[in-house]
């Protein structure tokens, strides 16, 4: 089995910025994608940003321009360089990863909560 383990999470004021790693427990896995998707309170699961084992990346419109996900394939490693962050950005961050050995699954990590306030 897999973990995931992230870090990075925290408070910070509107306008400022955060980094989230995430590192998966083992490295006889292939990385398929990695990325991060984010759950506010009553609200559904959603896409943040994914990457690539090929570096193609995908964002959520909602922080285009404003976060940037980037991966270390041989580490099955990925971060998330989150600027100019806003209040609506309030979240549990959840990294997610598709890998594969033998077969080809997806994990989870535990969460990581960012707050932003105003």
């Known amino acids: 089995q897999v973990q995931l383990v992230e870090s990075g999470g925290g408070s910070v004021q509107a306008g400022g910025s955060l980094r989230l790693s995430c590192a998966a427990s083992?490295?006889?896995?292939?990385?398929?994608?990695m990325g991060w998707y984010r759950q506010a309170p009553g609200k559904e699961r959603e896409l943040v940003a994914l990457i690539t084992s090929g570096g193609t990346t995908n964002y959520a419109d909602s922080v285009k321009g404003r976060f940037t996900v980037s991966s270390d394939n041989a580490k099955i490693t990925v971060y998330l360089q989150m600027n100019s962050l806003k209040p609506e950005d309030t979240a549990v961050y959840y990294c997610?990863?598709?890998?594969?050995?033998?077969?080809?699954?997806?994990?989870w990590g535990q969460g990581t909560q960012v707050t932003v306030s105003s």
């Open positions: 997610y990863a598709n890998l594969r050995r033998l077969a080809t699954d997806r994990y």
């Open positions: 083992r490295s006889d896995f292939s990385m398929n994608a």
